[in-house]
């Protein structure tokens, strides 16, 4: 995962990435590099942060940037160059509608997620940051921002801020608001870092914070199948079923994850505010009916304020708000409709 | 709050409730009292423990025992004699299912209450609690057992275990087990009371504990609404709209509230399991569609298995779990139903 190995620097990525001019790369084959740029962020001035990227796929092959939750970062799936998983490595696939054998797959680490930038973080910044990777790696025009949770809110900005470009936004999980309820969830869990804070035990107050977090990713259908075993008594204290689980989650993130990467991203999604009229491109809006972090209601709420740009697909799932991370099959044939549909007013 | 005014001591409190002896106490008058016994509990061998009571209403008239929340207690509304508020105020007055005037209204402090029983408890142990509290009181059999929340739990309990104490039960937002997902909720906040532990951070970390139960005991309806205002950056850091309220209700709960007491009554929901086939009175299971720790699944289930002497009724409100301290009129028409019905099958 990129936050701990040390990004490929790639001094001139712009000799890798010309508009038209290289040789193509073999189909499947990657590229990484970094970017150093000066960014005026919303909240904090300007700033100079390293925009570290990943592309896969076809030379020449129409762009699509896919962003996911926080705790996501630019290796999307495995390729012949980098073959380890990626964070969304059914989606883009031989096969599939992110097929790298048609087009070129680009993403990047959030601003903020190698815990350098101590400071608040708006998706307004990613998405500038997102326009200027663009004219570093002289990509004028998506063909698409795909975005996942974090990634939907970031790519709500870029069409906003920037509508030329991309030809169109797909936005699964993420609305125009962070959810009041939401916003308070996440508060909760911030809190949990900053009672670990008080005492040295960052990690724990992080892994706390993860593990309250993972509740609000899942739901209790989820929960009730998998964990309906009886507690136990361990030590005199009662432990129940999911703890084992919950455990394994805390302790997997707070392995790769700054704890100020965390925090600042974490605020970063209840910082994040866009009025839906705003956005300028042909949405569609992939919401998750039981998804604990954006109601169904809030999705509407966005699709009827993109008016004709927008249009909403439902879906069904246990998974709630990491449906995209374990829906595959079916978040896929979204994809599909929504990037290859050509009755999008615009 | 009982929890921290010591309990009027009553010796002999046998003789302040005789079966049918003493002249009738003015209506709304209340009396407190204590008793202490041994009780043997499921997971923690016999222990010696207080039981601290309340009863208010008519003398000679028939008895119902109210059961509340972990934080509930023996005060279950205001008196001549105790005219501070009590935890379920509204639905224990005058023209109410519950009236002073008609019934006597019974109430205790949980077993664990005070702080001073640091061992697992189970639901169990509270409902052989009750039938000790009856024969002290010399109370044969409760005219109904309304239970809320944890209440709830016990009530189911004292019917599978001790059915001639109860005519009837009427079991307000609990089940016949913990939920996977409402446990996994639970078992982190009691993480979050040992992150506190840590470093002698007891109240930080009970504080939020206390923030993260009120999530699940309300709903994002009830957020939506409430706390809608953008976020604002304080002192560098991104404060949501309900912080202010999340810090109130942390602050009110630690300074009534032992630490001990609330990790063990905790547990003690975690540990609740029944079979309902168990339950051997007629009992109405009302379920509150929107309970984010009571899904309205489980309380189909109970009522499944309840058979013939089971019925269900469902509330929707946007306080979820804690419609019962909200609603307070729809409550009262339900129990005045589920209490005065003569329709049971027994």
């Not at 030809?167 to 949990?192: C, D, I, K, M």
Request: aromatic residues 6%; hydrophobic residues 45%.
């Amino acid at each position: 995962m990129s936050l701990v190995e040390p990004a490929v620097s790639t001094p001139e990525p712009l000799q890798r990435f010309p508009v038209s001019a290289e040789p193509a790369a073999p189909a499947g084959d990657a590229v990484r590099g970094s970017v150093e740029v000066e960014l005026a962020l919303r909240h904090a001035g300007s700033q100079r942060v390293r925009l570290a990227w990943e592309i896969q796929g076809a030379a020449e092959a129409p762009v699509v940037l896919v962003a996911g939750g926080i705790s996501a970062h630019r290796h999307v799936a495995s390729s012949a160059t980098f073959p380890e998983r990626g964070w969304v490595q059914g989606l883009a696939a031989a096969g599939r509608a992110l097929d790298p054998a048609h087009c070129r797959i680009l993403a990047f680490d959030y601003v903020g997620a190698d815990g350098r930038l101590d400071a608040p973080i708006d998706t307004a910044d990613q998405a500038d940051a997102v326009a200027v990777l663009l004219d570093a790696l002289r990509i004028p025009r998506l063909q698409a921002f795909v975005g996942y949770s974090y990634g939907a809110l970031v790519g709500l900005q870029l069409a906003a801020r920037h509508p030329r470009r991309l030809e169109r936004l797909v936005a699964v999980s993420g609305a125009h608001r962070a959810h009041p309820y939401a916003a308070a969830w996440r508060a909760l869990q911030r809190r949990a870092v900053a009672l670990g804070q008080l005492q040295c035990a960052d990690l724990q107050g992080l892994s706390l914070a993860r593990q309250f977090a993972m509740l609000s990713y899942r739901t209790e259908e989820e929960f009730g199948e998998r964990f309906d075993a009886p507690p136990e008594i361990v030590n005199g204290r009662v432990r129940v079923a999911a703890e084992d689980y919950l455990d394994a989650a805390g302790a997997q993130y707070v392995a790769r994850t700054p704890v100020t990467a965390w925090l600042r991203l974490s605020e970063s999604i209840d910082l994040h505010r866009i009025d839906p009229a705003a956005v300028r491109v042909p949405t569609t809006v992939v919401a998750v009916e039981g998804d604990r972090l954006v109601p169904l209601s809030d999705s509407v709420a966005l699709v009827e304020g993109l008016g004709r740009r927008g249009r909403l697909r439902v879906l069904r799932s246990p998974y709630g708000h990491d449906a995209f991370l374990k829906e595959t099959d079916r978040i896929d044939a979204l994809l599909r409709s929504a990037l290859h549909n050509e009755g999008d007013a615009a």
